[in-house]
């Protein structure tokens, strides 16, 4: 159906910066938002920041100021850039993407890609 592969994670210091990347690929007519939640073992999984065709974007507070979302249509990617990192962004980062396709409107997630962010 829609695939979402996900790259970018990694272990960086604190204060530094690492990129996300995410593409979907399947049977998309249209996407209507991509974003990126992350989850830590035994919590819930949070809105870290989505991006919506033709509005703007949308962060969590904990993250405002220091990541960016972004889109290119043409390749039905979503980028997550973010800077200033902090232990607390340590997390498993899953894309997500809303779709419209053969069977309708559709909800799904990437595998997920570890962020540590330690000394």
């Known amino acids: 159906q829609v695939q979402l592969v996900e790259s970018g994670g990694g272990l960086v210091q604190p204060g530094g910066s690492l990129r996300l990347s995410c593409a979907a690929s399947g049977s998309i007519f249209s996407i209507n938002v991509m974003g990126w939640y992350r989850q830590t073992p035994g919590k819930q999984r949070d809105m870290v920041a989505t991006?919506?065709?033709?509005?703007?974007?949308n962060y969590a507070d904990s993250v405002k100021g220091r990541f960016t979302i972004s889109r290119d249509n043409a390749k039905n990617t979503v980028l997550l850039q973010m800077n200033s990192l902090k232990p607390e962004d340590t997390a498993v980062y899953f894309c997500?993407?809303?779709?419209?396709?053969?069977?309708?409107?559709?909800?799904?997630w990437g595998q997920g890609t570890q962020v540590t962010v330690s000394s």
């Open positions: 997500n993407a809303e779709t419209w396709g053969p069977t309708g409107l559709g909800d799904y």
């Open positions: 991006i919506r065709s033709g509005r703007t974007p």
